[in-house]
């Protein structure tokens, strides 16, 4: 079935920098968009970024724009999230998700992974 | 950039019908899709494209769009329909495009 998953989070200091992954299986992962978003403790859920199908679009939300780069590896089916310069604010819980629908990235995402938490504190 | 505004909280009892709304600028003419998250999980698509429902989830979620106002409705309400639930659009008005979530609203079963 499709599945993602997510790993590489962990609790770091201010300033350093942190690389999150997103293995996926069960689909063509090639022709399909795929997105990061946020849930900080206590928080809604907060739109990250987004690549497209064949890695050429990247979009960012301003809170992340400059410190974080979104980056895929349709070779190995994974999705990076590069996070520099964390701020204590960047602590969150983080979800890739796809986008539904093969080769747009307007529409609804679905699945999502289970998360992977990113706690930033000295 | 676009604001979604969703009512922090929603109180029901069992059976009854939890109606869930999200403001936002002429929304009636935008693709609005909910998320169901519940403690500890994954959020999980409940309606997209306004009213569509995916498969798996019970026809008791349906949603709503007008002018100003979508509406997650959520009838016969059970026990387990208890989480936070997020309205969501596309926005391609400014520079660039943006995904955006409403604040998000807890449901609770009394």
């Known amino acids: 079935q499709v599945q993602l998953v997510e790993s590489g989070g962990g609790v770091v200091q201010p300033g350093t920098s942190l690389r999150l992954s997103c293995a996926a299986s069960g689909f063509t992962f090639s022709t399909y968009a795929i997105h990061w978003v946020r849930r900080a403790p206590g928080k809604g859920l907060e739109w990250v970024a987004v690549?497209?199908?064949?890695?050429?679009?990247?979009y960012y939300a301003d809170s992340v724009k400059g410190r974080f780069t979104i980056s895929r590896d349709n070779s190995k089916n994974t999705l990076y999230l590069q996070m520099n310069n964390l701020r204590p604010e960047d602590t969150a819980v983080y979800y890739c998700?796809?986008?539904?629908?093969?080769?747009?990235?307007?529409?609804?995402?679905?699945?999502w992974g289970q998360g992977t938490l990113v706690s930033v504190s000295s | 950039s676009y604001v979604l505004t969703q009512p922090p909280s929603v109180s029901v009892a069992p059976g009854q019908t939890a109606w869930i709304s999200c403001g936002g600028n002429n929304i009636g003419s935008k693709r609005v899709h909910w998320y169901q998250q519940k403690p500890g999980q994954a959020p999980v698509l409940v309606v997209y494209d306004v009213s569509g429902r995916p498969s798996g989830i019970p026809e008791r979620f349906s949603g709503s769009n007008s002018r100003n106002t979508a509406t997650l409705t959520i009838s016969r309400v059970e026990a387990g329909d208890e989480a936070d639930y997020y309205c969501q659009v596309w926005d391609s008005n400014g520079d660039h495009p943006t995904w955006v979530f409403g604040g998000g609203t807890e449901l609770t079963v009394l």
């Open positions: 998700a796809r986008v539904a629908v093969a080769a747009t990235w307007i529409d609804w995402f679905d699945p």
């Open positions: 690549i497209s199908y064949d890695g050429s679009n990247k």
